[in-house]
């Protein structure tokens, strides 16, 4: 049975309590499965904190194929076993994925803000819709999980869009499958959609397809996805009212904790933001502005 | 969460003098790429307590607030790294305000790096700072307190690289701040010149009292999708172990020329690499990149360093320079 | 063996003209570190007849014999390797009577790289191998071979480094053997300066018709044990994927300065490495360490060319100093 | 049952007429097996050709560790499986020995000159004496199946000296006592000797104690190891009289076929021999000369 599967949904959301918490530790593979093109990796980590849904780790096997470690959502955990949802793209991704049982990796974490949950729930709480294009669903099953742990999981309303590429890609969906699973199991109502643009799975379409036809006034949404995915978004968004919008970012880190200042990212308001430290996790407003749709 | 043994990295064989600062072992952070507010931040107030560190550096101050560049300033590179951060920060006030009063509480000496786009800059930086100090650092501060002039990043675009380049400019920076700066005085260098060792020997005739080096070498990226260059400042600065021996070399060439001490760095991530920059010539050595993947690797290589002399029979003293000498 | 389509790597898309050379593709060998007629004494003659190479560069040649440096010579380095070869070789004597006839049998154009220790050397390495080509060599040898000064070796302790860090020394050497050479005429540069880009202006103004760069940057290795050099020459050169973001921006530099074609090299090991080298500058690159691994790499290399560039719709001349340009 | 044993010493040896004939081909792990703490590792290199004793290879995995391959001599060849013997001192060795089977490799040989078995085996033939230090030992299996299937093989007479610095290291000598076995069983007489620094077999001794207790005037020795073992061979061996010795070098490597020049070693008469190309294997009297002993 795959490691995501068929578990109580037992993680307790640390909120955004987590800062000044974080740790580096020394753990190893406890479990690695392909999903089609992404792949599920475990890691067991001994001492490692509650993460938050949206917070991240830097991971880097021993000996590591790269001089930097790499940014990871966490995407799932049971105590000390912390899962990710991974893409191999390049030579790190490439060496996780390629690791097997009992493989040594540093982890450090849990990193920055997460999404945050208080004032994703707060009332009058309608609906809460999580977008994700690719790899970009990997914080989902954590973030469910923290809603089925959350006091007002029963009643709760969600909604999941994923985009996926093809269906191969698609894989990658069934851990944010079974955490919907466990969500509704507690009694919330939950749905997911998917689209895939090759059409593999359904007819070719893309994630902002199904959001223009699902979202309602106000909708509460939680966005991880490519940069293109995520500006799309907001722009489909824009067209209903009333919508809140949480994105969460990604770009080159070598530090993950405010140290290099390598992470910034542009702001509507011509600021830069450390994606580790201010982030990942930004309100639409601030990254995209409220100005007029070009 | 574990941390190198205290009682090691502490110990009385460790210990060195960078002019008037005493350091309880000879690794220290490189300028910009350890935020140890930041890291109290994100694993808890412990660092600040016992920091790793033999002395603190914080990221070059500018005289005024600054964004840096535009991203992406960042990307992995072959055994390496480059940034383009472009001097990113608060500026003199804010610093003077915010971090500093925090920064003196740390058990550890702290270096103190400026960054200006003039000479007049560089002192008008050291001025602030010294009223500063002398207002709330008490009395002996200068025991305490550093000042590096970073007269060597490659990624603005005026000001501090051009000085850095040339001997009459060093000269003429180097000994404006010495007359405003009573303290440990050190000149940082580039690399990314013909002879080091030549703007290293300015430097120390116009009053530095430590060489620090080497800043970055000057790289650039091309971005694989449109082949335009990569980082938002078009070239930027490569770190990490592939520039290594091209530091190495810098401070074999830098400690035959001078006299003062001189700080070792580029490309450390063990305490072989550190012991091959004591070998060379540094009496202190610096972590830069290598630490953003262990923010507590300033110990743990003070530690190794203990261990290693230990087996080897040698004292730092021994150790230090000992390149130049023919084998016994 | 596996050997490298011809018809893809011959493929018209990538033939460029250097001067009065016509290459196959724009993919070569650095100077030291491909000898074609070593490769066909071990691997058979096969490579000779297709070399993998758009025009062969054998070692450089030095006026007398040279043994070149003690061992040890060559060391891994992260991404990298150092070496201290120091220039050995047969001398100009041994090459004309013994490779050169070989080598004129090439399907391919010969570079010749020579190096002096002043600037006389120079102009009798040039001279020698002139007389030596225009008897042997057939009339319209000069649309077959060219010259490069190497004016770069780190690793001999007189003469060319010299030379090559002074645009007044290289403007001597290159007007000097000018006078002597009718055929292509390319300087290559090292890359341990403060601004490469003026020594190539120098260069070019003196009647270089091409520039080639990086040599490799200066840098030196400790031993392990006894913490003394670990080079029999104490500093060696430091070249590989390490230096790659160094030696583009100094290829790009030099675009930005100078008319004259650039030889791009400096880490390359792969097509997108060489499309790197394109977009900064570079009309041919070079393949030098990556080369030990494979030596069939540079063939492999423009195959990889031709296909990155029909997947892209573009051509060789787009993709030439197309970083410089603004994104369309 | 491991791959070194029990196998016919059906290896026919090319002489020293491999020239010309080297490649460069993708592989891959066929076995890897522990031996103490050095590893016997099979690849199986299609098209390979016919190895001679004392020639080497440049082995690096894909993807590598290391910028550069690495050097190791050809410890035993049966048609397209050729193995080695590794000792893990730093990372390249250290991939290797950690490769998986099936794990892909680039193999680049047969390189060098290897033993010359024609003057090894000249007449008037009295012994052949082989000269091991630690992972030294490692020509000596290809070495001995090549006698075994020489002309002369049923009536040859050899004795194997191995010094190592434990049992542990000394478990790599397995593969050569294997060859001596085949050897043996085709009629020749063949011992092996085995030395230990700590004394962890037998009394703490080195090779060349074992060395100067059995040689003979008339011997042909063939040795390998490191450095300070090989001077110490030379001298001792120089007591007796009419010994012929040669010795197998190492050097730090990167190309491993006369392009770079890196590999020089320094004869007895001060010029620079390339290891690569001109050896691996040199004759005593060219390496240390003919003077008088210090
Ligand atoms: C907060 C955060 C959370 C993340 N969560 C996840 C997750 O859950 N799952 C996941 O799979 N990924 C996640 N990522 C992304 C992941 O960190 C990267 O995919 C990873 O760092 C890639 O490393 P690599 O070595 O495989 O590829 P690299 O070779 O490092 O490439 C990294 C990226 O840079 C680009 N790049 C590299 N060199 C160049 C060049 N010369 N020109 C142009 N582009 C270049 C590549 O295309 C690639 O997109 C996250 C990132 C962040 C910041
Ligand atoms: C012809 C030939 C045949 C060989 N056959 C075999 C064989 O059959 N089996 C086998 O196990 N090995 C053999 N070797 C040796 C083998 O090639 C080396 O052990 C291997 O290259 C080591 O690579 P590495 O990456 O593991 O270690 P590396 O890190 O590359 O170290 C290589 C050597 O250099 C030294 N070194 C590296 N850096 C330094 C430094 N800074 N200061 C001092 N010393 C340093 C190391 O101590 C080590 O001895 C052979 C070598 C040659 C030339
Ligand atoms: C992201 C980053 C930021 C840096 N910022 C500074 C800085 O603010 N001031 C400075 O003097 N050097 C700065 N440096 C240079 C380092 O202090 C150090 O000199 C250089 O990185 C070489 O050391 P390393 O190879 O160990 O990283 C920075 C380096 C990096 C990688
Ligand atoms: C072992 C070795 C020998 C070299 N010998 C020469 C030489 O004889 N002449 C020369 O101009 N450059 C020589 N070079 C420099 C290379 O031609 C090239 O400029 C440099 O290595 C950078 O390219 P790379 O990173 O691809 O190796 C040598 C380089 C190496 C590694
Ligand atoms: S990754 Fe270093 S500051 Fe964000
Ligand atoms: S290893 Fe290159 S010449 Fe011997």
Request: charged share 15%.
């Amino acid at each position: 049975m795959p490691r995501y599967e068929n578990r109580e949904s037992g993680h307790e959301c640390p909120g955004r309590g987590s800062r000044g918490k974080a740790v580096r530790v020394f753990g190893w593979v406890a479990g690695s499965e392909r999903l089609g093109s992404l792949s599920w990796l475990t890691i067991h980590a001994p001492g490692f904190p509650a993460a938050g849904p949206g917070q991240f780790v830097l991971l880097q096997p021993e000996p590591p194929a790269c001089f930097l470690p790499r940014a990871f959502s966490v995407a799932g955990q049971r105590g000390e076993e912390i899962s990710f949802l991974i893409s191999p793209v390049g030579p790190g991704t490439k060496q996780l994925t390629n690791l097997r049982e009992h493989d040594p990796v540093w982890i450090t974490g849990p990193l920055g803000n997460g999404f945050d949950m208080d004032t994703l729930l707060a009332p009058p709480m309608r609906r809460a819709v999580l977008v994700g294009g690719g790899v970009g669903a990997a914080p989902f099953p954590l973030l469910l999980d923290c809603l089925a742990t959350s006091a007002s999981g029963p009643d709760l309303d969600v909604l999941v869009l994923l985009g996926f590429r093809n269906s191969s890609q698609a894989e990658g969906g069934q851990p944010v499958r079974a955490a919907a699973a466990r969500l509704a199991a507690g009694g919330a109502s939950c749905r997911i959609e998917i689209a895939t643009e090759d059409g593999s799975i359904g007819k070719a379409r893309l994630v902002t397809d199904l959001l223009a036809a699902e979202q309602r006034q106000g909708d509460r949404l939680a966005v991880c996805g490519p940069q293109a995915m995520c500006e799309a978004v907001w722009q489909t968004a824009r067209e209903a009212s009333g919508l809140s919008c949480w994105f969460s970012l990604e770009a080159n880190m070598a530090c993950g904790v405010g140290s290099c200042h390598g992470c910034a990212s542009l702001r509507a308001d011509g600021s830069l933001a450390l994606v580790c430290r201010d982030g990942p996790v930004f309100t639409g407003e601030s990254l995209y502005g409220v100005g007029e749709q070009e | 969460m574990t941390f190198p043994m205290q009682s090691q990295h502490s110990s009385p064989d460790l210990i060195v003098h960078l002019g008037p600062l005493t350091l309880a072992h000879p690794v220290i952070n490189a300028s910009g790429t350890m935020e140890i507010l930041e890291l109290a931040d994100v694993f808890g107030e412990d660092v600040l307590k016992s920091p790793p560190v033999g002395a603190y550096v914080p990221k070059t101050i500018t005289l005024k607030p600054r964004q840096g560049n535009l991203p992406p300033r960042i990307l992995e590179t072959p055994a390496g790294m480059i940034n383009a951060i472009g001097l990113s920060g608060g500026g003199l006030e804010a610093f003077v305000g915010g971090s500093l009063p925090r920064l003196l509480t740390l058990s550890c000496p702290l270096i103190l790096s400026i960054g200006g786009f003039s000479p007049r800059e560089y002192v008008e930086l050291a001025a602030g700072l010294r009223q500063a100090l002398q207002a709330g650092a008490g009395d002996g501060w200068t025991q305490r307190v550093g000042l590096e002039l970073n007269v060597s990043c490659p990624n603005v675009h005026s000001g501090c690289l051009l000085i850095g380049a040339d001997p009459g400019e060093i000269e003429g920076v180097v000994s404006a701040v010495r007359r405003e700066w009573p303290g440990l005085l050190i000149t940082k260098l580039t690399p990314n010149v013909t002879d080091i060792a030549s703007i290293a020997a300015a430097a120390a005739g116009a009053g530095a009292d430590a060489i620090s080096a080497v800043n970055t070498f000057k790289g650039m990226v091309i971005d694989r999708r449109s082949l335009r260059p990569f980082l938002g400042n078009v070239t930027g600065g490569l770190s990490g172990p592939a520039i290594k021996p091209l530091a190495l070399r810098a401070i074999f060439e830098i400690f035959a020329r001078v006299e003062v001490p001189v700080i070792g760095m580029g490309g450390i991530r063990s305490a072989e690499d550190a012991l091959d920059f004591l070998a060379c010539g540094a009496t202190v050595v610096a972590v830069g990149s290598a630490g953003f993947t262990d923010p507590w690797l300033t110990g743990r290589i003070a530690s190794g360093l203990a261990t290693s002399l230990s087996e080897r029979g040698l004292t730092l003293r021994d150790v230090v320079g000992i390149a130049h000498r023919r084998e016994a």
